[in-house]
């Protein structure tokens, strides 16, 4: 129903700059709040940084002043850009977004979930 396909990623030295791009596709009504996740090797999935449909943001402490969320509601994409990147960045990012599907039958509710991207392994070397 919905897809969101990431982009970007792969590797960098320490104090560079990497874009990652998250589209989505399908019948979809709106997104709302859109998220970027990341998850370094043998440690857990933490949450990285967070848009709203009202474009407010917040980041965590790890990545905040070096991460900036954005996102086009035209393009129905959102995008993480890092600069000043760390050798503790280095981690498979994902993308996912709360969604409001469009209804396949006339008369019905839109439907809420949330949808994940692929995943993309960013590594970040001295």
């Known amino acids: 129903q919905v897809q969101l396909v990431q982009s970007g990623g792969g590797s960098v030295e320490a104090g560079g700059s990497l874009e990652l791009s998250c589209a989505a596709s399908g019948r979809i009504f709106s997104i709302n709040t859109a998220n970027w996740f990341r998850q370094p090797p043998g440690k857990p999935r933490e949450l990285v940084a967070t848009?709203?449909?009202?474009?407010?943001?917040t980041y965590a402490e790890s990545v905040e002043g070096r991460f900036t969320i954005s996102r086009s509601n035209v393009k129905r994409s959102f995008y993480l850009h890092m600069k000043d990147l760390k050798r503790e960045d280095t981690a498979v990012y994902y993308c996912?977004?709360?969604?409001?599907?469009?209804?396949?039958?006339?008369?019905?509710?839109?439907?809420?979930?949330?949808?994940w991207g692929q995943g993309t392994q960013v590594t970040v070397s001295a």
């Open positions: 848009i709203t449909a009202g474009f407010s943001t």
């Open positions: 996912s977004a709360d969604v409001e599907t469009i209804p396949t039958i006339m008369g019905g509710r839109v439907s809420n979930n949330t949808y």
